[in-house]
Nanobody
Framework: QVQLVESGGGLVQAGGSLRLSCAAS????????MGWFRQAPGKEREFVAV????????YYADSVKGRFTISGDNAKNTVYLQMSTLKPEDTAVYYC????????????????????WGQGTQVTVSS
């Protein structure tokens, strides 16, 4: 059984920063890519960012581009999300996810590309 555990969420004022972490534990597996999604109350889960370990390719949602940075350690199946210049509209539960099947890069913006999910961590940005 693979488990992903997020940490680092919390309450921050608009303009502030937070760093989310996600670590895999349990059965040893090799991830192909790891991503972050978020879900605000009453809204659908949406893609935030992804990192594919081969070539360290990254991709971001337009809404966070230039403000968020995804990074990680492939060997440890650990991924981070550095969030800066946070806005109230960034308020959501943030989930990390892992893909071990080698999904095509373009499809990694879809939540259905990922087999493993964390339980989520709340990020609240006050105005």
């Amino acid at each position: 059984q693979v488990q992903l555990v997020e940490s680092g969420g919390g309450l921050v004022q608009a303009g502030g920063s937070l760093r989310l972490s996600c670590a895999a534990s349990g059965r040893t597996f090799s991830s192909y890519a790891m991503g972050w999604f978020r879900q605000a109350p009453g809204k659908e889960r949406e893609f935030v960012a992804v990192i594919r370990w081969r070539g360290d390719s990254t991709y971001y949602a337009d809404s966070v581009k230039g403000r968020f940075t995804i990074s990680g350690d492939n060997a440890k199946n650990t991924v981070y999300l550095q969030m800066s210049t946070l806005k109230p509209e960034d308020t959501a539960v943030y989930y990390c996810a892992a893909d071990s099947r080698g999904t095509s890069f373009g499809y990694l913006v879809s939540q259905y590309a990922y087999e493993y999910w964390g339980q989520g961590t709340q990020v609240t940005v006050s105005s």
